[in-house]
């Protein structure tokens, strides 16, 4: 059974930084891209970042590129993400996702990220 | 960026129907869009990916068509277990971009 269980969240303040963590299983963690996608409360989806199965590439999107750092153990089967210079806006649910026929297609339960002084 | 419009925002619906709803992309991403359903308090799932391949295990009263710029995905015969917000996703381009959700809800 695919499981992607995420670490990490909390309350943090603005200017901060926090790191989650997504230890993977269930699957050959080492063959497939990663992502984190969030949703703020009451919201929509936004992608967040994305890591190639090797760890060697890594796309964000303009709204968290330069603050954020998608990363991979793969000896350790878990998933980072690096979150410096946190703002309000950032405050959302973070989920660890899969990509294999689609860029996320196996979803994590999510962890809390709060950004309030 | 791409943006995806879903509509309706909402649609009031009763078991046993047939559901459309929309996903227009700002422009062309062939067939890269995916369809999510989300139910209160949970992580969203994924229905359909390539505009129209049901995912491992999704019902098949679940379909997907469209590409280009208009896709569409059809509920037939509505159960209570559908009740959710389903985002569309374009994976042509980057960044990623959802649409804002279609919530059913019941009548």
């Known amino acids: 059974e695919v499981q992607l269980v995420e670490t990490g969240g909390g309350l943090v303040q603005p200017g901060r930084s926090l790191k989650l963590s997504c230890v993977a299983s269930g699957f050959t963690f080492n063959n497939y891209w990663m992502s984190w996608t969030r949703q703020a409360p009451g919201k929509g989806l936004e992608w967040v970042a994305s890591i190639t199965n090797s760890g060697g590439s890594t796309y964000y999107p303009d709204s968290v590129k330069g603050r954020f750092t998608i990363s991979r153990d793969n000896a350790q089967n878990t998933l980072y993400l690096q979150m410096n210079s946190l703002r309000s806006e950032d405050t959302a649910t973070y989920y660890c996702t899969r990509g294999n026929l689609s860029p996320f297609d196996y979803w994590g339960q999510g962890v809390m990220v709060t950004v309030s002084s | 960026n791409t943006v995806m419009t879903q509509s309706p925002t909402s649609m009031f619906i009763s078991v046993g129907d047939r559901v459309t709803m929309n996903c227009k992309a700002s422009?062309?991403?062939?067939?890269?869009v995916d369809w999510y359903q989300q139910k209160t308090g949970q992580s969203p799932k994924l229905l359909i990916y390539g505009a129209s391949n049901r995912y491992t295990g999704v019902p098949d009263r679940f379909t997907g068509s469209g590409s280009g710029t208009d896709f569409t995905l059809t509920i037939s015969n509505m159960q209570a277990e559908d009740l959710a917000v389903y985002y569309c996703l374009q994976y042509n381009y980057n960044p990623f971009t959802f649409g804002s959700g279609t919530k059913l809800e019941i009548k």
């Open positions: 422009q062309n991403v062939g067939t890269n």
